[in-house]
């Protein structure tokens, strides 16, 4: 069974740095589709950015390109998120999520598998 464990939220002053991870098991996730949301309170679920796990190719909502970075590291089945020039409207719960397939899609429905997520709040 795919488990995602998400890690590495808290608590940043606007402009710091935080890198978020997501471990993921059950499976070799070779063809898959690994992203990020985000979801602030009282608003829709966010699509951030997406790898695809064969190739490293990524792909960003533009509200994030230049300061978020995706990357994943094959040997410890990890997907990070690198946030840099963190602003208070960043403050939501990020979410990591799985799609068995090559496409990177920015639909939450598309995803197969979610973590529970983790808390991320930007103080001004």
């Known amino acids: 069974q795919v488990q995602l464990v998400e890690s590495g939220g808290g608590l940043v002053q606007a402009g710091g740095s935080l890198r978020l991870s997501c471990a993921a098991s059950?499976?070799?996730?070779?063809?898959?589709?690994m992203a990020w949301f985000r979801q602030a309170p009282g608003r829709e679920r966010e699509f951030v950015g997406g790898?695809?796990?064969?190739?490293?190719?990524?792909n960003y909502v533009d509200f994030v390109k230049g300061r978020f970075t995706i990357s994943r590291d094959n040997a410890k089945n990890t997907v990070y998120l690198q946030m840099s020039d963190l602003k208070p409207e960043d403050t939501a719960v990020y979410y990591c999520?799985?799609?068995?397939?090559?496409?990177?899609?920015?639909?939450?429905?598309?995803?197969?598998?979610w973590g529970q997520g983790t808390q991320v709040t930007v103080s001004a």
């Open positions: 790898i695809r796990w064969s190739d490293r190719r990524t």
């Open positions: 059950g499976r070799t996730f070779s063809n898959y589709v």
């Open positions: 999520a799985a799609r068995s397939s090559s496409t990177i899609v920015a639909f939450s429905t598309a995803y197969d598998y």
